[in-house]
């Protein structure tokens, strides 16, 4: 029985550090999922454009113009020129 005491009184003692270390978890583990998906994201439109780059020729059919309107915006969105 005492044995039970002693690790209750343990935890009770520790009680502030795990709640300290909760609070830190549910800030920063968000932050880091943000960063990840946003550089997913990133990698996603790098990626589109570049194949999208190997496509491009001219004179310009109204496929290829629309293309071409996406290609800008993913520029643009990669903050390219």
Same mark, same amino acid.
């Given at each position: 029985m005492s044995n039970i005491a002693?690790? !209750?009184e343990s935890l009770n &003692? $520790? *009680? /502030? @550090?795990f709640s300290l270390l909760a609070v830190v *978890? +549910? !800030?920063?583990v968000p932050f880091i999922i943000h960063r990840i998906e946003r550089k997913s994201q990133r990698q996603a439109m790098k990626d589109e454009l570049e194949a999208m780059q190997e &496509? +491009?020729?001219f004179? =310009?059919?109204c496929g290829e %113009?629309?293309? $071409?309107?996406? =290609? &800008?915006? @993913?520029?643009? /969105? @990669?903050? %390219?020129?």
């Open positions: 002693d690790f !209750i &003692s $520790y *009680a /502030g @550090l *978890a +549910a !800030i920063v &496509s +491009a020729r004179p =310009m059919t %113009r629309e293309q $071409y309107v996406k =290609m &800008s915006k @993913l520029e643009k /969105g @990669l903050n %390219r020129k």
